[in-house]
């Protein structure tokens, strides 16, 4: 197990290291250069030669490469041109804020769609089973911020019990003691998920249904439910971490709207904010941290797969 | 025969443990309902075992999985009774049906690799019906007792692997380990559906062993269900031959074999390969296919298929019943007392009404004992030799074992280590192995799907490996593939005609119209309808998929053709057509066969001669009844003694020396000889040095072994 975690740890390394070069040659590809975006189309022929010289852009690729990449390892994302301040400094602030979110959101779509897909399965064919995959496709046919919208009209407006605003604090424990003001945002971003998740967890579980392994569960004498819980589930569970894991990062620029919407100090609102104003370290240094989570997300998957899987533990 | 039978059920008769009575069910579906089971009465006796055996679609497993209320969705006992211990399982209660299953009536499933939950450990999953039916039983005790049961079925190292998963045992450990978790509470009664379908010869033995043993020791009664006549005839007390959803006949297993009298058991027996009279007999068949259970035929559902079948036999269903006394000869040497003498022989459970009964208007009369269909050691057939067609030489196949694309490259499985032998030209080549002894892989590099690592491929005298491309190309139509599965082997969304035209078209064969009056006389020699041609292959039986198979490949017109385990699906009864039919086109169109499969007394019966694989190795090769009748190398003796031969007066004589253990992992062959871990004779010469291959029966049977066995013994019965 130690060894396989090493070797998928290593494996992700190598992918980061590709992402960064794909973040890098982002960088080279904007419109006229860095310098061309930022002195703005003003800039005379010679404010863009010295900002070249000056940000080291007239020296050979490899050699920015490495530079971005030593850049990289002393936490230098640059600055932001709208905000004043390092753009890691920024993602400093604001990430923790973002994974806090999706976390909640993510942990609160797992708990719903797992039982859901469970009881949905199990009532294969019947009125609930149809009123409840109704209500799923409902839910996820509609946009994250049409549904943001209805839950601020009826929970903030109608019946007021949640503020519409998230709260603003700095720290999270800071977000945490408004909790009140996280209800809206987790929830509508939950909502969105739980309706693919459970429709997942459903099929799982009708597949593992017709397996011979529940047949010889039956035979041993055990109810359905104890066959639910200590046979089906756990097989069931395994095509659901692969969705998780694919899921992080969309989750991750999922946020942005939610964000956006209840004006809750995360990446996804930051992110925004910098591609309304051009300001491209942000944008980069977003993108940079997308990648991460992508790889992070793959790496997750695997590490569940293993925990979840004797077989892949025994491959790998 | 009221009075007979209340004189037979003597104060000493036990009360049958489990009695199912008239028992009904019906599998709905959303197009259709199945009458699956129309009327099933079957007894056993406490510590009776019963075979149940049958063809496929002919109930024997709903009658399994209705006793423990498993049925599939859709079925629904919708009649009868099924008395055990005393209670109607057909109509209790979910709790009550709970608290049965895995506690008084273990099962024990066909597959041991689906059957077994893959991701919960071995200990977890055998403790787990303790943990459920004994009340009170601490975690710790249910894993010591779920470990005692463990070696009790032969489990290496139990303690290690109780915290194994699934995956890491092999088959027959696997069914162990079903079999460890299904009498882990001790039951009264085994269910056990096709235990051993899914095994090799050796593997089949060793479980079927461990059963009976356990059985005996524990005192249980058990059904087996099979549609295996020889491991039938091998390991119960009493049969209930079942057709269409009925019981067609029952009787005392030996008085069954020796005395069939239903018309379909004695069509059954009649199609075994092993009781052909001789080698390159036809076979007898059974023409037609069951009735579809959709509606309730009337009259006996035999009647169709039968060759003694009356205008009674079609209007009236027969009863099913012991033998009636005015049809009695007078005189005649099985009178009802005969009968009786005979089960009282039989051990010492016997029931009311467990005398010979069978449903037939017309039975086998008494006095035509199928005794004379039984084995008699065939003559030896001169086949005129013909000229050498296929040579390979010291051919060898390695398949790298990678962990995947990047890892780095663990070993090599050696699948086929090093196989020379010739085939002639009209002869049909019998490869005979267990599963992972490189037949497969053999046949895929002789019909060039694979290329060997080293060795040569002769074929018509030129090396395979010197053709160029275009020469590879022409020459591919000189060898084709006949597989075991025809159904995964064509493409579902084409026709059957475009299927048997694909052949000619790739190969540029004449025209449109050429083509398919090529097409036509092949469904012809087939025995095929030519409208056969506008339906998809999963419209046919499995049998004519077969056939298809067949059409298919001898569109080319090939000299050789390769057939991997062409039979081992089907039914006896359909085998037999197929086995049939393959003997006549290879007269009619002087064919060659490679014939490669795991069944021995299929090979015996069609091969010239029969070549003997073991991990990938050639250890035995010659004329089919040299090898068979007096085998040289012990592993074929071995296997030859390990068979489950469909008839009980073998296993009673009891010189057999069956094979043990299980064979070694092709990624690491033993050294010197590759049988030496498994072979009663060997020496430490065996463990250095690779045997050289002899002829000390003259030549053309050769042998690879230090020690080949010099005494011919008694011929076999395979």
């Known amino acids: ?316 | 025969m009221t009075e007979l039978q209340l004189s037979d059920a003597g104060p000493g008769t036990p009360a049958p443990l489990l009695s199912i009575d008239d028992l009904h069910v019906d599998i709905a579906s959303r197009e259709r309902t199945v009458h699956a089971l129309d009327g099933i009465s079957l007894d056993l006796a406490p510590g009776e075992a019963l075979g149940v055996v049958g063809e496929s679609g002919c109930g024997k497993t709903m009658t399994a999985l209705s006793v423990l209320g498993l049925l599939p969705p859709g079925g629904a006992v919708t009649g009868g009774r099924i008395l055990f211990d005393g209670q109607d399982l057909a109509a209790a209660s979910a709790p009550t049906l709970q608290d049965v299953r895995g506690n008084t009536v273990g099962m024990v499933f066909q597959d041991p690799l689906t059957s077994l939950n893959p991701t919960m450990t071995i200990g977890a999953q055998v403790a787990e019906p303790l943990l459920l039916h004994r009340e009170g039983i601490g975690r710790k005790e249910a894993w010591a007792r779920a470990e005692e049961m463990l070696r009790l079925v032969g489990m290496p190292q139990p303690s290690e692997r109780m915290k194994a998963y699934p995956h890491q045992l092999s088959g027959g450990m696997r069914q162990r380990v079903a079999i460890a978790m299904a009498l882990v509470c001790e039951p009264k009664l085994l269910i056990a559906d096709e235990p051993t379908t899914a095994l090799d010869v050796t593997t089949q033995h060793q479980i079927l062993e461990l059963i009976d043993n356990l059985r005996r020791t524990l005192g249980m009664a058990m059904i087996l269900v099979t549609h295996d006549l020889g491991v039938i005839a091998n390991r119960v007390d009493r049969v209930a031959v079942m057709y269409a959803g009925k019981v067609a006949e029952q009787a005392d297993v030996r008085d069954l074999f020796a005395r069939p009298r239903h018309r379909y058991t004695e069509a059954l027996f009649a199609a075994l390969p092993e009781r052909a009279a001789e080698r390159g007999t036809e076979l007898h068949t059974i023409p037609g296919l069951p009735p579809s259970l959709t509606v309730r035929p009337t009259g006996c559902r035999f009647a169709p298929r039968c060759l003694f079948a009356t205008e009674e036999c079609r209007e009236r269903e027969p009863e099913l019943g012991p033998e009636l006394a005015q049809e009695l000869v007078p005189g005649s040497e099985a009178s009802p007392g005969s009968e009786t003498s005979l089960e009282s022989e039989a051990p010492a459970h016997e029931l009311v009404g467990a005398e010979h009964r069978f449903a037939c208007f017309h039975p086998v009369p008494h006095g035509d004992a199928p005794e004379a269909q039984v084995v008699t050691p065939p003559p030896a057939t001169a086949t005129e030799p013909g000229e050498v067609l296929l040579e390979l030489d010291a051919l060898v196949k390695e398949f790298p074992l990678t962990g995947g694309p990047f890892a780095r490259r663990r070993g090599t499985v050696s699948a086929v280590g090093g196989v020379s032998l010739t085939v002639r030209r009209g002869e049909t080549f019998g490869m005979v192995g267990e599963s992972g002894c490189g037949k497969t892989t053999l046949g895929r590099i002789v019909a060039g799907l694979e290329e060997p690592t080293a060795g040569t491929v002769r074929f018509d005298g030129r090396d395979l490996a010197g053709l160029s491309r275009t020469e590879r190309r022409a020459h591919r139509r000189r060898i084709q593939l006949m597989f075991q599965d025809s159904t995964a082997a064509m493409d579902p969304r084409m026709r059957v005609g475009e299927i048997l035209r694909e052949p000619l078209v790739i190969q540029g064969v004449g025209t449109r119209a050429d083509q398919e009056r090529l097409t036509a006389g092949l469904l012809d020699a087939v025995g095929l309808p030519r409208g056969a041609v506008h339906r998809y292959p999963h419209e046919f039986s499995g049998g004519q998929r077969q056939r298809l198979g067949l059409a298919r490949a001898l569109t080319l017109s090939p000299d050789l053709v390769v057939a991997d385990e062409p039979v081992s699906a089907l039914d006896v009864s359909v085998q037999a057509q197929i086995l049939n039919l393959m003997r006549e086109l290879q007269h009619d169109r002087g064919l060659t066969y490679l014939f490669i499969s795991h069944d021995l007394a299929v090979i015996r019966h069609l091969a010239d001669t029969v070549g003997v694989m073991y991990l990938g190795k050639l250890v035995e090769t010659g004329p089919a009844e040299q090898v068979y009748a007096a085998p040289l190398h012990p592993y074929t003796r071995g296997l030859l003694d390990t068979v489950n031969v469909p008839d009980p007066a073998v296993a009673a004589a009891g010189d057999r020396e069956p094979l043990h253990g299980e064979t070694p992992s092709a990624a690491k062959p033993p050294s010197g000889c590759r049988f030496r871990t498994r072979c009663p004779l060997a020496q430490d010469v065996c463990a250095t040095t690779e045997p050289p291959v002899s002829t000390p029966n003259g030549a053309g049977h050769q042998v690879a072994c230090h020690f080949p066995l010099a005494a011919p013994r008694l011929a076999s019965r395979v």
Do not use: C
């Open chain 1, 1 to 316: 197990m130690t060894g396989f975690l090493v070797k998928r740890f290593l494996q992700a390394l190598v992918v980061l290291f590709l992402v960064s070069i794909i973040v890098f040659v982002l960088l080279h590809m904007l419109p006229g250069g860095p310098a061309r975006a930022i002195l703005g189309p003003k800039g005379t022929p010679q404010q863009i030669t010295d900002f070249n010289h000056q940000q080291g852009y007239d020296r050979s690729l490899p050699t920015q490469y490495f530079m971005y990449v030593k850049r990289l390892f002393t936490g230098d994302l640059g600055d932001s041109y709208k905000l004043n301040s390092p753009v890691f400094e920024l993602l400093k602030q604001r990430l923790p804020k973002t994974l806090l979110l999706t976390v909640l959101s993510t942990a609160l779509a797992v708990v719903i769609a797992i039982p859901l897909g469970l009881l949905q399965a199990v009532r294969r064919g019947k009125a609930s089973d149809y009123a409840l995959t109704g209500l799923a496709f409902l839910l996820y046919a509609t946009p994250v911020f049409f549904l943001g919208l209805i839950m601020i009209i009826l929970f903030a407006q109608v019946i007021p019990i949640f503020p519409a605003e998230a709260p603003q604090g700095e720290s999270i424990g800071e977000l945490l003691k408004d909790f009140s003001g996280l209800v809206l945002p987790v929830v509508t971003m939950a909502f969105g998920i739980v309706a693919m998740f459970s429709r997942y967890m459903r099929s799982a579980v009708l597949d593992n249904l017709t397996e011979e392994y529940v047949r010889t569960a039956m035979a041993k004498g055990q109810s359905s439910r104890r066959i639910m819980v200590r046979h089906v589930l756990r097989n069931a569970l395994i095509p659901l971490a692969t969705l998780l894991g694919l899921y992080l990062p969309t989750l991750f620029s999922g946020a942005l709207v939610v964000e956006s919407m209840f004006n809750y100090p995360g990446m996804g609102l930051l992110f925004w904010n910098a591609a309304q104003g051009s300001d491209f370290p942000v944008l980069l240094g977003v993108t940079l941290v997308v990648g991460i989570a992508t790889v992070v997300g793959s790496l997750l998957t695997d590490i569940l797969y293993a925990v979840l899987d004797p077989r892949i533990r025994s491959v790998a």
